[in-house]
């Protein structure tokens, strides 16, 4: 079942539905698959683009008109199964329709209305306004309304029908997509047994089912672990459960951010010193390494260290073995290792950054974090849980998202992953104040315009309609590539062309990836 208020927001229908507004005066409605209208509601005003539409929908028996004309116009797309059905709703005031397939199933039409077809006569005219006086409108705004509906030629018709048609398939696009995603989620429940938290780690997504599962495999393990993932995924959090999940969970917990000192800082840190070591070692330190004794080491950001850091640490990983600044003698430590790092470390081995020894012995077990654009599933369940958290710490009840709210949430691509919801959530719930309820308009700005800059922003509405075509069936492709990971078979299913065109669209308008990559702007 298609949810009609969701569509009428998505921002590729928005953009296409104000372009046939801009160009030709045309309003766009959607009925369902009994012909009832969609998302208009009688009574409710509404402002719109065609001056007829406006007056006729302002009345509630001109809402009962286009009703009545969406019911013919479903029962003919359904008897004849036309792609572009042209009928007139009033005299001469013609109205084009296009069926919404989804799975070879009719589930309703989209209906573009009203226009002149080409050749219009001063006569039609007056029957047009003649039809509309029986709904007792004022003379002179019917004539007003009548002289600005725009007469199309037969080239305008064939841009208009091309346009008009990509709300349908775009319709139908979506559709597919989120039930494709449902029917993957009900999977994930029944292969894996859905598992909403793992410690303090939240998310059901499958790559968090996977990385639940992982961190099951190795609990019992005494391995060395490195943790790679963007800033902000939680690579902490991952750290804590494999300890408090191990034989060691008695024991310490230790970390440290080798970014935070520079060398001669960071080896008094981790290893110690000795009294008189250097100025201002006033008594014997033990170092993190010492402290950690028994227990588990958290090595954040090891990518940041020096080569002659690495050296030091290869040295206590590999042997148990340290010696404190300004100490002779080694001492000896059990304990296990967990890196982090937000660096490619293997490109790092490559260019001569990073020992590869190291390497190696750091990434017995690896895990890496899944950004949080790539599990979006679990946006909902996180931003619950930081409201909950945040209303808990004020006292207040927690505030919840609206649908719109959420969408736009869900939409943007949270460079700063669950760091960056975290704290928005945060200072959601302070703007709220006594309102229960989180608006798009509480929102960031980054969060709120993502969807207006991503998407089709530059879609031209001024020019040649050739060109406005291409400029929006280029954004829909590279919007489709990025979201389908260039899956370009199932981006073609998607479009409704075949995978060779599809390849040639790429070809023609330069979205191969590799020419992408040079080009960050483009990448979005």
Not at 80 to 96: C, G, H, I
Not at 312 to 335: C, H, M, S, W
Not at 454 to 463: D, T
Request: net charge neutral.
């Amino acid at each position: 079942m298609i949810n009609w208020d969701e569509f009428d927001h998505i921002h590729v229908i928005k953009k296409l539905k104000e372009i046939i507004a801009r160009w030709w005066n045309i309003d766009v409605y959607f009925a369902d698959d009994r012909g009832n209208l969609k998302i208009i509601e009688k009574g409710v005003k509404k402002d719109y683009s065609n001056f007829v539409c406006n007056l006729l929908l302002q009345r509630e028996d001109g809402y009962d008109s286009l009703g009545e004309f969406a019911k013919l116009v479903v029962t003919d797309l359904r008897k004849t199964q036309e792609k572009n059905l042209t009928k007139d709703w009033l005299p001469n005031f013609a109205a084009s329709s296009f069926p919404i397939i989804i799975d070879n199933d009719f589930m309703g039409a989209v209906i573009c209305a009203g226009y002149f077809r080409d050749g219009v006569t001063e006569g039609q005219k007056k029957e047009l306004s003649k039809a509309l006086a029986h709904f007792n409108l004022p003379h002179q705004e019917i004539d007003f309304a009548v002289n600005k509906v725009r007469s199309l030629t037969k080239d305008e018709l064939a841009y208009f029908a091309e346009l008009s048609d990509l709300v349908s398939q775009e319709i139908s696009t979506l559709h597919k997509e989120i039930g494709l995603r449902e029917e993957r989620i009900n999977e994930l429940n029944k292969e894996l047994g859905i598992r909403y938290k793992y410690d303090s780690m939240i998310g059901k997504s499958k790559p968090m089912q996977e990385l639940y599962a992982l961190l099951d495999k190795i609990k019992n393990s005494e391995s060395t672990c490195l943790i790679q993932g963007e800033n902000g995924t939680g690579k902490e959090l991952i750290a804590k459960a494999i300890h408090y999940n191990s034989p060691r969970n008695d024991k310490i917990f230790v970390t440290q951010n080798c970014s935070a000192f520079n060398d001669n800082l960071l080896d008094s840190e981790l290893f110690g010193h000795v009294k008189g070591s250097f100025t201002g070692a006033v008594k014997d330190k033990k170092g993190l390494f010492e402290v950690a004794d028994g227990g588990t080491f958290f090595l954040d950001e090891i990518g940041d260290t020096s080569p002659s850091m690495q050296v030091k640490l290869l040295r206590v990983i590999q042997e148990g073995t340290f010696i404190p600044v300004g100490a002779t003698e080694p001492r000896k430590v059990d304990v296990r290792i967990i890196a982090a790092t937000n660096k490619d470390l293997k490109d790092m081995v490559e260019k001569g950054t990073f020992r590869e020894d190291l390497y190696y012995r750091i990434n017995v077990i690896n895990i890496t974090v899944p950004p949080l654009r790539e599990r979006k599933e679990d946006i909902p369940l996180l931003c619950e849980h930081f409201l909950a958290r945040c209303a808990q710490e004020k006292n207040i009840k927690p505030r919840i998202l609206t649908k719109r709210a959420l969408e736009k949430i869900f939409d943007y691509p949270w460079p700063g992953n669950i760091r960056e919801l975290e704290n928005e959530m945060e200072r959601v719930t302070v703007l709220a104040g006594g309102e229960s309820k989180i608006t798009v308009d509480m929102l960031s700005a980054r969060i709120r315009e993502y969807g207006e800059r991503s998407k089709v922003q530059g879609v031209r509405i001024q020019g040649k309609l050739r060109d406005a075509l291409e400029e929006l069936e280029r954004e829909m492709i590279r919007e489709g590539l990025k979201r389908t990971g260039w899956n370009k078979s199932r981006l073609a299913k998607e479009l409704g062309i075949s995978r060779a065109g599809l390849i040639n669209k790429v070809e023609k308008y330069n979205l191969d990836k590799r020419k992408l990559a040079k080009k960050p702007n483009e990448l979005g």
